[in-house]
């Protein structure tokens, strides 16, 4: 198993800090980035490979790999998508398909939350595909909720569900089990190419459709981030210091 990073979007509410740097390079807390949060989890975690898909401004991230590679003890992989200006995600995870082929702890390059969050996929290792799910939070329109069967599965991902009938959010952590990868792979493909601006949890979804299974861990009360604007990164930079 290794670890991937989806890094290779723009971040354009988070300009001017992302005109030429991407998300996963702002910093939160003396000298360490939200990249440097993320490797610190996955190694953590007992991972030394780690994929990482660049994009805008790929190069940032290639040319401090060798010291991220020193300072956290992993091996890194840049995959490079290079339609990350046009595309969405769902394309940036298919291009990881050879790198998830034998399993992965997948994580969002712009998200920071502690490494209990890994530990508690670990955990729950089983034939199934697993997605981290917080069940504490207030939903709100533009979160990545869930909807569950009793027993706990995926029946639905969307940011388009009804808060009120939501599960959770789902927080950008996954882990995909190399049962799951080839056909995660060709609901990838089918998703992007119907539209390439969907997400890579349509193709989540897509799969589920398919009968694929995605069993949902809850992450309990957790401090965590997903990045999108100023306000977001402030909150980063709170949960970071405590990480």
């Not at 898909?53 to 890194?76: D, K, Q, T």
């Not at 769902?90 to 969050?117: C, I, K, M, Q």
Request: charge should be negative; proline fraction near 4%.
């Amino acid at each position: 198993m290794i670890g991937l990073v989806l890094a290779a979007g723009a971040g354009s509410r988070l300009h001017p800090l992302t005109a030429d740097l991407p998300k996963t390079l702002l910093e939160v807390e003396d000298g360490r980035t939200v990249l440097d949060v993320i490797l610190a989890n996955l190694r953590a975690a007992g991972l030394e490979d780690v994929a990482i898909v660049v994009g805008v401004a790929a190069e940032r991230i290639r040319e401090r790999a060798p010291s991220l590679e020193r300072r956290h003890g992993v091996r890194l992989e840049l995959i490079h998508n290079d339609r990350a200006q046009e595309w969405n995600n769902a394309y940036s995870l298919w291009l990881a398909r050879d790198a998830f082929a034998e399993g992965a702890l997948l994580v969002n390059g712009d998200t920071v939350h502690p490494p209990t969050v890994e530990d508690a996929l670990l955990r729950a290792r089983g034939p199934a595909a697993l997605i981290a799910v917080d069940r504490e939070k207030v939903l709100g329109e533009e979160h990545m909720k869930v909807l569950l069967d009793d027993d706990g599965t995926l029946r639905r991902i969307n940011k388009a569900i009804d808060p009120a009938a939501a599960a959770g959010e789902y927080i950008g952590v996954s882990l995909l089990e190399p049962a799951v990868a080839e056909a995660l792979a060709d609901a990838l493909e089918r998703t992007w190419r119907r539209d390439p601006s969907l997400y890579y949890e349509d193709g989540f979804q897509e799969l589920a459709d398919r009968g694929g299974t995605f069993r949902c861990v809850p992450i309990g009360a957790v401090d965590w981030v997903e990045i999108d604007d100023h306000d977001d990164l402030a909150r980063a930079r709170e949960i970071a210091c405590r990480c």
